[in-house]
DNA sequence: GACCAGGCACATC
DNA sequence: GATGTGCATGGT
């Protein structure tokens, strides 16, 4: 495995691309709901759904828990699996309501691992969609791990192959300090990487870390 | 037309 | 515990 430190690259990704300004939408609730409407999913359909709950005016917790379910689901079509997606969002939304009162500011209460542990006990939040949470819509310390995180680590030896989620969060969040703001941009700018130059095929084209050492 | 995109639950071995 | 499959739209 490759001994390049964590920092180094984080430094390097944020010297070659700068800052991501990530989440890319406003608020904690259009924040959730976004991160469940890009599992597996293109950003660029997500912002089609989010345009159309907004057009709609139904972009609240109490507005969206009062939709009809497949009304939910044409106003989210365009973001893909629609129909378990609508279920997931009102999985969401009954935890939201039975717990906090519909309250989208009371989770944040929970320490960083209640809320998580939380999180993935609701039906359709999984790791990436739980962490993704936590941290961009909490302010929580908790790195997210994502398809493209997976793909960069492993090509460049980070990782062992079948590492899986868990492991590769600790293993970054063991390596380095344990900063909201540089895990929001971390994450971030691999999701930059990945989509530029570390796509399935082809592989590696231009990639700007062939600069870095490979072994230290 | 094939492949891909910021996963997850569930069935099966 | 690992692996396979359904879920669906829209861009390249």
Redesign the pocket.
């Known amino acids: 495995m490759s001994r390049l430190p964590l920092s180094e690259l984080y430094e390097r990704l944020y010297a070659r691309f700068g800052p991501q300004g990530?989440?890319?939408g406003q608020g904690r609730f259009e924040i959730i709901v976004?991160?469940i409407l890009?599992?597996?999913?293109?950003?660029?359909?997500v912002e089609?759904a989010i345009a159309n709950l907004k057009s709609a005016g139904v972009l609240s917790p109490n507005a969206l828990f009062a939709l009809e379910p497949q009304r939910l689901g044409e106003l989210i079509?365009?973001?893909?699996?629609?129909?378990?997606?609508a279920q997931r969002l009102r999985h969401v939304l009954q935890w939201l309501f039975e717990r906090f009162d519909g309250d989208v500011d009371r989770p944040g209460e929970l320490s960083t691992y209640a809320l998580r542990e939380a999180l993935l006990a609701?039906?359709?939040?999984?790791?990436?969609?739980?962490d993704?949470i936590c941290l961009?819509a909490y302010d929580k310390p908790v790195f997210v791990v994502?398809?493209?995180t997976a793909r960069i680590f492993g090509r460049h030896g980070m990782i062992w192959p079948?590492a899986?989620?868990e492991e590769i969060r600790e293993y970054v969040e063991s390596n380095l300090p344990r900063d909201v703001q540089m895990y929001n941009e971390f994450h971030a700018l691999l999701?930059r990487l990945?989509?530029e130059y570390c796509?399935?095929?082809p592989l590696c084209s231009g990639c700007p870390l062939e600069e870095l050492p490979r072994e230290l």
Do not use: C
């Open positions: 990530w989440w890319p976004g991160a890009t599992q597996n999913t293109n950003w660029g359909n089609k079509r365009p973001a893909g699996y629609f129909n378990i997606k609701v039906k359709g939040i999984g790791p990436e969609t739980a993704s961009y994502d398809a493209y079948q899986g989620y999701v990945g989509k796509k399935p095929k």
